[in-house]
């Protein structure tokens, strides 16, 4: 099974995001993740949906998706480097106050940033690649995870070639 990311601009209407999650349900596909905000044109939105499946459905989504009346264009990031995507996560960890220090300094490897802290956890901020946010979460395999947040991965092709003025 592969996991693919599709990067879809859309005209930002009512109900797009519907529209667009619907044909994945309607087909049986899986949706990984999902992420979507309005682009520098207020006219516009982006959707980012990370879906898995073999590679005859994977086309199949990519084309379907062609097909919608609001969407202007797809694109599939790949992992050859002509794409960059990121992920936030917020992490908030039981601590007691003799393992602060710890977790201080697997923060600052992963230049994470330390948003909040009380007398008995703390909330972590990373952003980066899918890769170190597993990483870093499997060195916290030590302590407990009270709550964790995933916004999805997120990301833009790289250079300008690609890049549509309407």
């Given at each position: ?18 529209h ?29 949906i ?40 917020l ?38 690649s ?10 916290l ?26």
């Amino acid at each position: 099974m592969e996991t693919q990311a599709l990067s879809i601009l859309v005209e930002n209407t009512p109900n797009v995001l519907s529209h667009v999650s619907g044909l994945f349900s309607r087909r049986g596909y899986n949706i990984d993740s999902i992420s979507a905000g309005v682009t520098a044109d207020p006219r516009f939105t982006r959707i980012t949906i990370v879906s898995s499946g073999d590679e005859l459905i994977l086309e199949q989504i990519e084309k379907q998706l062609n097909k919608k009346l609001d969407v202007i264009k797809v694109k599939t990031f790949s992992e050859s480097g002509s794409s960059v995507c990121r992920e936030l996560i917020l992490i908030k960890i039981r601590v007691k106050s003799t393992e602060r220090q710890a977790v201080i300094s697997l923060a600052e490897i992963f230049k994470t940033k330390i948003v909040d802290v009380t007398n008995d956890s703390m909330m972590i901020e990373l952003i980066g690649s899918q890769s170190k946010l597993e990483a870093f979460l499997e060195l916290l395999e030590g302590y407990e995870i009270l709550e964790l947040a995933r916004t999805g991965i997120t990301g833009l092709t790289r250079g300008s070639s690609d890049v549509k003025m309407f």
